[in-house]
């Protein structure tokens, strides 16, 4: 198929391949497919070196802005937009962002038709704004004790739920801002760190928030887990209890043991690490996915429903509960909790939590081989059949990577693995558009922005695209977002056989390319190797060849051509129960001795025999 040509980076990438190989052993649970930066499938969007960067979606447009405590970005995505520097002045208007010693300590969505709300915190002021389309900062407020606040954080109408990690030397916990008023969380000793924070805007009365977090374990046993996920509830009608009693502190927060692992088993994994949410339009079927790590470092993903959450907490069954109240009860949301009973606010104080652990819907996705970081979610139509859908996980990995994952009768599907990234780096944000099908990845110095619907990564046969089992794609003509041939379920190509394009291209019958070979020279032939999860290997007239695989072919090496050697050879790939031709190609001797062999065939050789002495 291609002459040697002293190909050093191939040459280089057989070595390193061919001595791994014998160390690394193969992985199951592999990518299926990789797509490369190389591939021109992602836009990177590169701006000046900024730590800890997070990714905020502006409401109500396609604007994304990428800030860090030393500054502030905005992107309009499209294929020649550029990370934007933007300077909201908070603190005086000839303070721009990153002069005057301020931080960005919050970013997150707008609200009210405004772009983006954030916080900035300079030495002991904290000041949160709306910021508007011209990015002036409107409606400042202050808050005060704590200052250093962490970026999980919630509107609900007037209310910024807000939280604080350890990490910052505050009281951790929930606190809320309304007009001027806060509300803060019990006081406790125990480590924190806040993941997310979830709500609904339902009648006053009956609004919750939800916090996910990880807490320091207070027991002492060497047996138990340094670390313990959890869940608080609290009422968004919450007021605060009474003068001697929890004056502006929850009255109402229950908390409850976020489970995740396999108890028969004696599995558990216990450092949420990231949480993302498929709201539904009901919202006690809102769907929660949680990431976890375990102490051997593994990762684990768990599916929580919020109903299962909301009956825990209704269960009104408190761990170590000695008294009992009829009404209201704990937890119960009333509508002045300064007016609750003495005995009650101490109670809440001393006894937040259920006995009740909140357990996942499924048994957790196990991952052994990779160390994911971030996660999001989404859910896809079906492009097959109505009213049917899949969900899709998106994980970044420690390299830079992001894996892209089918889940299904609890195994994951590692459809495709991205590397948009040049060099090894640690993501620092992911952001999911549900709308327009876009991921974005942030890394210190660069914005990727990775089109999900792109299909044309998967080749553009009916069979590359139905065994690919992405549910972003179809095949209708070519392998695309349209509704069209699929098979998700199975990834079984053998439903192209109904496709009137595919049966025609496949009686036509490829012509074999015929490639002459002069006798005695060397020659390979290279098959590249598109699916991690097939075993390909060379048939040569009924008789199978192994081949050298290199990081993206499976090559079949003739050392020295000879008649013997001739022929027809065919590439095939077996995967998921199925066998499929990939290269067709007809070796032809040239009995006339004209000598090919250059210095670089000379150099393979060398190269190879180096292979067999390293390896
Ligand atoms: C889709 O990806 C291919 C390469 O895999 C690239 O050439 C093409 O430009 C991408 N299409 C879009 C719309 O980004
Ligand atoms: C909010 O939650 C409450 C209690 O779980 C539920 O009754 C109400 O319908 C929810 N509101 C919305 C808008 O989903
Ligand atoms: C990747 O790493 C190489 C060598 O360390 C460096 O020269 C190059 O600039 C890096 N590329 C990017 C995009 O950071
Ligand atoms: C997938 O395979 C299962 C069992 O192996 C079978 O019941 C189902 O019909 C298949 N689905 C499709 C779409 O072929």
């Known amino acids: 198929m291609m002459a040697l040509r002293g190909d050093h980076t191939l040459l280089l990438a057989l070595i390193w391949t061919t001595c791994s190989s014998f160390t690394l052993g193969t992985d199951g649970l592999k990518a299926r497919i990789r797509v490369k930066r190389e591939s021109g499938t992602f836009l990177s969007f590169k701006g000046r070196m900024l730590d800890n960067l997070k990714l905020v979606h502006a409401s109500d447009s396609q604007t994304i802005y990428a800030g860090g405590p030393d500054g502030l970005y905005m992107l309009k995505p499209g294929k020649h937009s550029t990370l934007k520097k933007v300077d909201v002045p908070i603190f005086d208007p000839e303070c721009p962002?990153?002069?005057?010693?301020?931080?960005?300590?919050?970013?997150?969505?707008?609200?009210?038709?405004?772009?983006?709300?954030?916080?900035?915190?300079?030495?002991?002021?904290?000041?949160?704004?709306?910021?508007?389309?011209?990015?002036?900062?409107?409606?400042?407020?202050?808050?005060?004790?704590?200052?250093?606040?962490?970026?999980?954080?919630l509107h609900i109408g007037d209310s910024l739920y807000y939280t604080v990690s350890t990490e910052n030397h505050n009281q951790p916990g929930l606190y809320r801002s309304v007009k001027g008023k806060f509300t803060w969380p019990p006081l406790r000793t125990t480590e924190q760190r806040y993941i997310k924070i979830l709500g609904n805007q339902s009648e006053p009365l009956d609004g919750k928030v939800y916090s996910f977090?990880?807490?320091?374990?207070?027991?002492?046993?060497?047996?138990?887990?340094?670390?313990?996920?959890?869940?608080?509830?609290?009422?968004?009608?919450?007021?605060?209890?009474?003068?001697?009693?929890l004056q502006y502190r929850w009255t109402s927060m229950l908390t409850a043991r976020l489970f995740c692992g396999d108890e028969k088993k004696g599995l558990t994994y216990t450092e949420l690490l990231d949480v993302a949410v498929l709201e539904a339009a009901n919202w006690e079927s809102t769907i929660i996915y949680g990431?976890?790590?375990?102490?051997?470092?593994?990762?684990?993903?768990?599916?929580?429903?919020?109903?299962?959450?909301?009956?825990?907490?209704?269960?009104?069954?408190?761990?170590?509960?000695?008294?009992?109240?009829?009404?209201?009860?704990?937890?119960?949301?009333?509508?002045?909790?300064?007016?609750?009973?003495?005995?009650?606010?101490?109670?809440?104080?001393?006894?937040?939590?259920?006995?009740?652990?909140?357990?996942?819907?499924?048994?957790?996705?196990?991952?052994?081989?990779?160390?994911?970081?971030?996660?999001?979610?989404?859910?896809?139509?079906?492009?097959?059949?109505?009213?049917?859908?899949?969900?899709?996980?998106?994980?970044?990995?420690?390299?830079g990577n992001v894996h892209k994952i089918l889940e299904q009768n609890n195994e994951p599907f590692i459809i495709t693995e991205y590397e948009p990234f040049n060099n090894r780096t640690h993501?620092?944000?992911?952001?999911?558009?549900?709308?327009?099908?876009?991921?974005?990845?942030?890394?210190?110095?660069?914005?990727?922005?990775?089109?999900?619907?792109?299909?044309?990564?998967?080749?553009?046969?009916?069979?590359?695209?139905?065994?690919?089992?992405?549910?972003?794609?179809?095949?209708?003509?070519?392998?695309?977002?349209?509704?069209g041939i699929q098979d998700v379920m199975n990834g079984s190509h053998t439903i192209c056989q109904n496709d009137p394009q595919t049966s025609m291209s496949r009686?036509?019958?490829r012509k074999d390319s015929v490639i002459r070979v002069s006798q005695d020279s060397k020659y390979f032939l290279k098959c590249p190797m598109e699916s991690q999860h097939a075993s390909y290997s060379w048939d040569h007239q009924g008789r199978t060849r192994t081949c050298v695989s290199t990081d993206q072919d499976c090559l079949l090496l003739i050392d020295s051509m000879s008649q013997s050697d001739a022929g027809v050879y065919r590439c095939i790939a077996s995967e998921n129960g199925y066998e499929r031709t990939i290269v067709r190609q007809e070796l032809q001797m040239n009995a006339a001795s004209e000598t090919r062999a250059t210095s670089s065939i000379l150099a393979v050789a060398c190269i190879l025999a180096l292979i067999s002495v390293i390896c």
């Open 97 to 153: 962002s990153t002069g005057c010693g301020y931080k960005i300590s919050l970013l997150k969505e707008g609200r009210n038709g405004n772009p983006l709300f954030m916080c900035g915190t300079k030495e002991k002021t904290t000041k949160c704004c709306d910021v508007n389309s011209a990015h002036s900062a409107i409606d400042c407020f202050d808050l005060v004790n704590p200052t250093q606040i962490t970026q999980p954080s």
């Open 213 to 245: 977090y990880t807490e320091q374990n207070q027991n002492q046993d060497q047996d138990m887990p340094l670390r313990i996920p959890r869940v608080s509830q609290i009422c968004t009608a919450d007021r605060g209890g009474s003068k001697s009693v």
């Open 291 to 399: 990431l976890f790590k375990n102490a051997y470092n593994l990762r684990a993903v768990c599916v929580y429903k919020m109903s299962d959450i909301i009956n825990v907490f209704a269960s009104n069954n408190i761990k170590d509960q000695t008294e009992t109240f009829s009404s209201p009860s704990p937890g119960e949301c009333v509508e002045n909790s300064q007016t609750l009973s003495p005995s009650l606010l101490k109670f809440m104080e001393k006894h937040p939590e259920m006995s009740q652990w909140i357990k996942p819907a499924q048994a957790p996705l196990l991952f052994m081989h990779h160390h994911y970081t971030h996660l999001q979610v989404d859910r896809v139509e079906s492009r097959t059949s109505e009213n049917s859908h899949h969900d899709v996980l998106f994980m970044a990995l420690e390299n």
């Open 427 to 483: 993501i620092t944000s992911l952001l999911l558009d549900r709308a327009t099908k876009k991921l974005f990845v942030s890394s210190i110095s660069e914005v990727i922005q990775i089109d999900l619907s792109n299909c044309s990564v998967y080749g553009n046969d009916c069979d590359s695209c139905v065994m690919a089992r992405d549910p972003y794609c179809g095949w209708d003509l070519k392998c695309s977002a349209n509704k």
């Open 507 to 509: 009686t036509d019958g």
